[in-house]
């Protein structure tokens, strides 16, 4: 089975700083864009960041400035350096692809892939 997982979440103070990563497996061909998204309690799932293959980044207007997304294509992984944190930062983030990938010996071109998410707490 394709999957993603995240790791790297947790609590830090305003001002502070978290590295997330999200890693992905299973018959993978190649992988298009990968982003971050989040929901906060109470809110709808926004989308935080993109990188597409060729590198291009997207950012959602909050977190411009204060978060990088990058990725390892050599280790199918993708991340977000979230600096400068706020409270208003707090959410579960998700990981999500597109991807070309083999499942149950089928080519899909175009699977897209969630992660389990991650909690981030930004608190004094």
């Known amino acids: 089975q394709v999957q993603l997982v995240e790791s790297g979440g947790g609590l830090a103070q305003p001002g502070g700083s978290l590295r997330l990563s999200c890693a992905a497996s299973?018959?993978?061909?190649?992988?298009?864009?990968m982003g971050w998204h989040r929901q906060a309690p109470g809110k709808q799932r926004e989308s935080v960041a993109v990188?597409?293959?060729?590198?291009?980044?997207k950012y959602v207007d909050s977190v411009k400035g204060r978060f990088t997304v990058s990725r390892d294509n050599a280790k199918n992984t993708v991340y977000l350096q979230m600096n400068s944190l706020k409270s208003e930062d707090t959410a579960v983030y998700f990981c999500n692809a597109d991807m070309a990938a083999v499942v149950d010996d089928i080519l899909d071109r175009h699977l897209e892939v969630w992660g389990q998410g991650t909690l981030v707490t930004v608190s004094s």
């Open positions: 990188i597409t293959s060729d590198g291009s980044t």
């Open positions: 299973g018959r993978i061909l190649g992988i298009n864009a």
